[in-house]
């Protein structure tokens, strides 16, 4: 039986090579997706392990639980600590590190690093053990610096250059004196990295005299754990903590580990649909190619192999194709691992240098699901193949499978689907996370009512194409009678396009939703011009402010100043603001009392009024981070949003207590409005800043869109793979029809049909296939999408179902033209078919 | 010979023609001759049948004047159409336009009723069919009752009558049968033949059939022997037993050469 089935594997190559294919690109993505995030993985904890090389005891500041009703900041290390640490018994030397954010220019003035990447530090010394240079000397003084190699090369800049640079807000244009080489992560990964000396740092970063972490190097012979002992006898334990390098590096392994799980797992979520789309198609390749061969199976069965060798043998040439496929996929996902490093890497991601890492799991897993999922797939054909009666082999004609009723189908879809409806609308009334599980149960419930429901939705949507087709005259006629001809097989087709574009369709429903009602949550409450901000969502100095106020043109300003406070025993983040000012600057709703802030009156959002019982004219007491406390009064209560929120008071009462002020934000009102000379002004004002951003309205929008694109064009590019699985599946579907109906064919050709019409009958039954796929898809990720989206609305206020009407145009486009490119080869097929053969009766 | 007037009136007029036809297959020492020089006529309103043992090159040679296979050389004409020079395009339409055809099996599509069927070559060019004419063949065919039937859900006797019914609809000049009665039991083979035959008594029809069956071979006008790709006899006014009798001196002479 073996050989039998080895020959049939062989025998039916270009169709077989469809059911690999589909296969191989389930497992190229499973197995892509594990080597991808082993590699990555693997290289940080290289990597993180050699950046703890120069350290072997850290000690940082102890975050210890603030208590009682004082707030603060935690205390930096001093400069005392340092000393005592150097001197600790087995400690060779001690560094002390300060650390920031510090945007740097290129060369035309725009930021180096995306802004999250953009980090600064200090030079220890005049030879820093940490940071080895390759050109020029330490930086010393307030207007020197030096960078790292990587960054240098990439903008261009040489020992000598001066440079635009800032860290809250002003702007700074040290020279470079040298350059370094660092094993940092983020510098690997496109970041730039910016070293001053250490008082410099510490002035710069608000650090004045203090560190945030001290690194002891231990002398030879004592080892970590003992320096560790010897650091803790030393400096107090209330207020600092020490932590071996070794453990460093293993928190951040593991840090780092938890961090690639979640990316795994969701690129695996993306691999499982693969594979669940290239099950359909394998199943339904099995079932054509039994139901080719079902005089030869006949014939063996007449010749007296049971029904159990029967099933074997389809079983083994599925074991032979999923073989083939899972190696393949395994050659091709090591591929698609590498490519999708460089890729990311290629997108200013973190993603340092190492060896691809392809492990025995790996190669398990990928070799396991190949042959599992096609296996299974192949396990009814399989059973039906032993089901053909000896007898068919005598008969002249093929013996048609048993059509069995689609009726227990039919019922059994309905009430999935049913079930599935009900669930997730019952899902929508719940709130928030309460209805995420049953609504995710809902919706599989729905996509398998739907799957089972397919033939009998193909018959009524196709026929509402049919006034379409009659314009292709014979041709389409005959298409959409051949679409209909087999349900099941449609259905089967029809299904692997349908889920692809559900997880499309549904997506972008519910980003487009969500990126119109954050995009009204911050523009629509914000009466400014504009919007002033650090580009890392970094605060900025108080400076800014001013200067944007003495600015030509400009009316009013108020910051958005953060600070931290305690009210009735819980931490409470205070927004101070320009209390003569915000009620120009802002938009918001008033529910209660009026919007006047100043002296001891403040303004509450809803949610914080109701948590602490507040209305209009409510007092109470705040402690503010200086230990002193206030007695507050509630003027207005407003309709918070996501952006703005909290109790906002005057900064004029907040300012005093605070030791270091430093704004989230600063919103601008001009005389002008906002216009691109109004931009320019305030740019120039704030000396055209690198690490700032300026903007309108417009602006904000904008970048909200463009957010929500790149997430979407990932999710398009990880959804494709259901998408080209499917293709093959149209394509498997369309050759096996054309080979069942060749005879048909030769007489369509022989009474007078042309090579054009066939050729266009076989392209408009794929597109009348795939379209029906295409708007059940479409269908129904948009009822996925608005469910989801009411959901969401029950956390959101503003949120809003945006149905991205052009979007699905193209969607549905899209689903055409699969249709078109997978009838391209089996269209030809049947026009070249040989009419002679095909019209010999047998 | 029982000819109509109608059909006297033409008997000079020929409806197809094979010249000189030679189909070869293949090359050097594995060539095969399928058609050797094969020139015959096919006159109009006669109704003609190709007999001949297996192998003997009858379907090859309906296949080529029908403009199903191309040939070596020689020529064929279907009125006062030269095949030779046909692309396939041409061909295509030639067929569609002039020629009508009935196969052994799988004639009719399954998804069509059996009236689509039979309009089938003129919905192909796109034309409307001659409603009188349609009422007249589906009549004389006797299929009234059975237009909005399914192929499977006719007798194969019925199917074959569609298959006429379709191949007279469109008025071809020439009808080719390939075996059209194989796959029927003698009854229903019995009518298709009566059929074919009153189409070119009455209708004026042109028919061109292959066969092996001395019987069907006896609804004919006119026999045309073929063996060995060469028309060795020709026998006009057939009976079931002279054709027989024909047949039976190949097989001796196959035996003894």
Redesign the interface.
């Known amino acids: 039986m073996f050989r039998t089935a080895l020959r049939n594997v062989l025998a039916h190559k270009a169709r077989l090579l469809m059911t690999v294919l589909a296969v191989m690109l389930g497992v190229a993505f499973v197995s892509g997706t594990l080597v991808f995030t082993n590699t990555i993985s693997d290289a940080y904890q290289q990597s993180s392990a050699k950046g703890f090389d120069q350290v072997d005891v850290a000690v940082r500041p102890e975050s210890g639980e603030d208590t009682g009703d004082t707030v603060g900041r935690t205390p930096d290390l001093t400069e005392a600590q340092l000393r005592t640490s150097a001197k600790v018994p087995g400690a060779a030397s001690a560094i002390g590190v300060v650390d920031g954010f510090t945007a740097l220019a290129d060369k035309d003035g725009k930021l180096i690093g995306g802004g999250f990447q953009s980090q600064g530090g200090n030079y220890w010394g005049t030879d820093d053990p940490r940071y080895p240079l390759k050109e020029g000397r330490a930086p010393h003084g307030a207007r020197e610096v030096a960078i790292d190699s990587q960054t240098a090369r990439r903008a261009g800049y040489a020992v000598g250059d001066t440079v635009r640079m800032s860290v809250d807000g002003p702007v700074l244009e040290p020279r470079i004196t040298g350059v370094f080489t660092t094993d940092d992560g983020n510098v690997a990964a496109g970041g730039s990295l910016a070293l001053f000396d250490t008082p410099t740092a510490q002035k710069l970063f608000g650090k004045a005299g203090t560190y945030d972490e001290i690194d002891v190097k231990a002398a030879p012979g004592t080892s970590q754990t003992a320096l560790k002992a010897a650091l803790d006898r030393a400096l107090p334990r209330a207020t600092t903590e020490t932590t071996t390098g070794e453990r460093l590096a293993d928190d951040q392994a593991e840090l780092i580990s938890s961090q690639m799980s979640g990316l795994k797992q969701g690129l695996l979520v993306f691999a499982g649909i693969a594979l669940f789309v290239s099950t359909f198609i394998i199943a339904n390749t099995f079932t054509m190619l039994v139901a080719q061969r079902t005089k030869e199976l006949a014939l063996l069965r007449a010749v007296g192999a049971s029904r159990r060798q029967v099933t074997r043998s389809v079983l083994i040439e599925a074991f032979v194709v999923g073989t083939v496929a899972g190696v393949s996929g395994l050659v091709a996902g090591i591929g698609i691992g590498a490519g999708l490093r460089s890729l990311m890497g290629g997108l200013g991601a973190t993603v340092p240098d190492g060896p691809l890492v392809v492990s025995p799991g790996t190669v398990a897993t990928a070799l396991v699901v190949g042959v599992f999922v096609t296996m299974l797939a192949a396990w009814l054909p399989g059973r039906r193949a032993a089901k053909i009666p000896p007898v068919a082999a005598m008969s002249s004609v093929h013996a048609k499978a048993t059509t069995k009723s689609l009726v227990l189908r039919n019922t059994l879809g309905a009430l999935f689907s049913a079930a599935g409806v009900t669930v997730v609308l019952y899902a929508t009334t719940l709130s928030g996370s309460d209805g995420q599980a049953p609504m995710g149960f809902g919706a599989v419930l729905l996509i398998i009512g739907v799957f089972i429901l397919t033939p009998l939705l193909s018959r009524p949507l196709i026929a509402a194409a049919a006034p379409l087709l009659r314009a292709f005259?014979?041709s389409g006629?005959?298409a959409r009678?051949?679409s209909v001809?087999n349900p099941r097989r449609t259905a089967a087709t029809a299904s692997a396009l349908m889920i692809g574009l559900t997880l499309i369709t549904g997506m972008t429903v519910m980003a487009g939703s969500l990126q119109k009602s954050i995009d009204k949550m911050a523009s629509a409450a914000i009466r400014a011009d504009y919007v002033v901000s650090m580009a890392n969502g970094n605060e900025l100095s108080p400076g800014v402010e001013r200067k944007l106020k003495d600015t030509d043109g400009v009316t009013t300003t108020s910051p958005l100043r953060n600070a931290p406070s305690r009210i009735d025993g819980r931490t409470e983040y205070l927004t101070g603001v320009n209390g003569s000012a915000i009620g120009d600057l802002t938009d918001l709703k008033v529910d209660d009392g009026s919007f006047t802030v100043g002296g001891d009156r403040v303004v509450v959002d809803q949610d914080t009024a109701d948590s602490h019982g507040w209305k209009a004219g409510s007092a109470f007491t705040v402690h503010y981070e200086d230990g002193k406390a206030q007695r507050l009064t509630v003027a207005g209560v407003y309709e918070g949003n996501e952006l703005i929120q909290g109790i906002m008071l005057d900064t004029a009462a907040l300012t005093p207590h605070q030791s270091d002020p430093a704004d989230m934000q600063v919103m601008v009102k001009t005389s002008g409005g906002a216009s691109g000379a109004t931009k320019d002004r305030l740019e120039k004002a704030l000396g055209s800043n690198p690490a700032i951003r300026v903007q309108s309205k417009e602006d904000l929008s904008e970048e909200i869109a463009q957010m929500f694109t790149l997430m979407l064009n990932m999710l398009y590019g990880l959804l494709a793979m259901a998408v080209i699985v499917a293709v093959l599946g149209v394509i498997n579907t369309l050759a096996m029809s054309v080979f069942e109906r060749s005879?048909?064919i030769?007489?369509?050709?022989?009474?007078?049909?042309?090579?054009?019409?066939v050729k266009r009958m076989v392209r408009l039954e794929s597109l009348v296939i795939s379209l029906f796929g295409g708007v059940l898809g479409i269908g129904l990720g948009v009822f996925f999408g608005w469910a989801a989206g009411e959901l969401l609305g029950t956390r959101m206020a503003t949120y809003e179902l945006v149905l991205p009407w052009a979007r699905m145009a193209a969607f549905l486009a899209l689903a055409a033209a699969v249709g078109v490119l997978a009838a391209l080869w089996p269209a030809r097929r049947a026009a070249r078919l040989n009419?002679?053969q095909a019209?010999k009766?047998? | 010979m029982t000819t109509s007037p109608l059909a006297a009136s033409r008997t000079t007029a020929v409806a197809a023609r094979a010249t000189e036809l030679s189909k070869i297959y293949g090359q050097g020492e594995t060539q095969v001759v399928a058609l050797d020089r094969v020139s015959v006529d096919f006159h109009q309103a006669e109704f003609t049948a190709i007999m001949g043992p297996s192998g003997s090159g009858k379907s090859t040679l309906m296949h080529c004047v029908a403009g199903l296979d191309t040939f070596s050389s020689g020529s064929v004409r279907i009125g006062d159409t030269e095949l030779g020079s046909l692309k396939d395009k041409q061909l295509t339409r030639l067929r569609r336009d002039k020629i009508g055809f009935i196969f052994q099996a799988f004639n009719l599509l399954p998804t069509l009723t059996a009236l689509e069927n039979i309009t089938l070559p003129m919905d192909i060019a796109g034309r409307k069919p001659d409603r009188q004419w349609l009422d007249t063949v589906i009549e004389m065919v006797g299929l009234s009752g059975r237009l909005g039937h399914r192929p499977a859900q006719l007798s194969g006797g019925q199917q074959q009558r569609v298959a006429v019914a379709r191949a007279l609809a469109s008025r071809p000049d020439i009808i080719f049968g390939d075996e059209p009665t194989g796959n029927l039991d003698s009854r229903s083979g019995a009518e298709v033949l009566g059929f074919l035959r009153n189409s070119v008594r009455e209708l004026g029809q042109t028919v061109v059939m292959v066969t092996h069956d001395p019987v069907a071979a006896a609804y004919a006008d006119r026999v045309v022997f073929l063996a060995d790709g060469r028309i060795v006899d020709e026998m006009n006014a057939p009976t079931a037993d002279s054709v027989l009798d024909r047949m039976k001196r190949f097989d001796t002479k196959g035996r003894t050469s």
């Not at chain 1, 030769?746 to 019409?757: D, H």
């Open positions: 005259g014979v006629r005959l009678q051949n001809r005879q048909e030769g007489m369509l050709r022989a009474i007078g049909l042309e090579r054009r019409s009419m002679l019209i009766a047998e």
